[in-house]
């Protein structure tokens, strides 16, 4: 198969630190490439230039991974009937419609749920019944899996800082850091964003990690948190942290795809999210908890969540639906 992924066009593809839209996208052209498909990336902000490209190829499928993009599908289709073309959108608040308005989301959910010529493979559990409920043809929903490349991350019996939890995510409102900086357990990791009020020279801020940074620096933790107020699906951060073998805390919007009876994954309720004592007994207990499972865990996080796994089920679904 010759495959087009079409990117957002703001950062490099693979990424050279945070982007988990283009982590997404690079790890699964990658997997497929192995298998022997060609692929090719598109990434670039001109739609015109996209329509240009694909004119250009003969793409068998056709994968958009920006939904912000979403006008371009239509002119796509005219300049290569003959490919099968999906979508996939990373709005994090696509059950949550009281955020709609307010993001400028509206007019993509209806787009969404109203078409009927492209495939929509949601990214999460939650989203794929989401656009069914609100009428979305069940023809063309699907569900694509997130995953880690559990090959790159290093894993380590035994913990480096036992006494420390790992909060590794981009530095924004919506990821709430800026809420739990006071407590001494916890070093945050992320691209710093200015629209939240974290304070970036606290001594809990190590910085942004390059990619290869992350793959060496995860294991030593005990366990990750991650108490965002709304996310796609689980985040690639979680299964990159599983996959290292460290234990995990995240408020219920981060853990759709998680086995909360585990002992290693303790999930924070709403009503509990600003309680800081609350949470710092909570994230110590984990710790403890993970410190003794850490091989347990990182078989849990291959197994259920390796890009093998996913893009594996990803490649029959193109053939089925090219048949």
Request: glycine share 6%; net charge negative; proline share 4%.
């Amino acid at each position: 198969m010759k495959i087009g992924f079409i990117g957002p066009g703001i950062m490099p593809i693979p990424p050279d630190g945070w982007g988990a839209v283009e982590s997404l996208i690079w790890e699964i052209a990658c997997e497929l490439g192995e298998k022997g498909h060609e692929g090719m990336i598109i990434n670039v902000p001109d739609l015109n230039e996209i329509v240009k490209t694909v004119q250009e190829n003969d793409f068998d499928f056709i994968h958009l991974f920006y939904d912000v993009f979403h006008p371009v599908m239509d002119a796509i289709n005219q300049v290569s009937p003959r490919s099968v073309t999906a979508i996939s959108s990373a709005y994090p608040y696509v059950d949550q419609f009281e955020f709609h308005q307010r993001d400028g989301y509206t007019a993509t959910y209806n787009w969404l749920i109203s078409q009927k010529d492209h495939y929509n493979f949601c990214l999460s559990d939650k989203d794929l019944e989401t656009y069914k409920n609100g009428g979305g043809d069940t023809s063309k929903l699907l569900r694509l899996g997130l995953g880690a490349q559990h090959k790159n991350f290093k894993f380590n019996v035994d913990c480096e800082k036992p006494d420390k939890t790992l909060y590794m995510a981009k530095i924004e409102v919506r990821k709430r850091q800026w809420i739990y900086q006071s407590i001494d357990s916890i070093e945050f990791v992320g691209r710093y964003s200015p629209t939240t009020t974290f304070d970036r020279l606290h001594k809990s801020y190590i910085g942004e990690w390059t990619t290869e940074e992350k793959y060496e620096n995860v294991t030593k933790y005990a366990n990750l948190m991650l108490l965002s107020d709304g996310e796609n699906g689980t985040p690639l951060v979680i299964k990159e942290a599983l996959v290292s073998g460290i234990g995990i805390v995240c408020s219920k919007y981060a853990a759709y795809d998680l086995d909360m009876s585990l002992p290693f994954i303790t999930i924070i309720s709403d009503d509990k999210l600003n309680d800081l004592e609350y949470v710092k007994n909570a994230i110590k207990e984990n710790r403890e908890v993970s410190i003794g499972m850490r091989e347990e865990i990182c078989d849990y996080g291959v197994k259920n969540f390796s890009w093998e796994n996913i893009v594996n089920q990803y490649e029959k679904d193109i053939i089925k639906i090219l048949k």
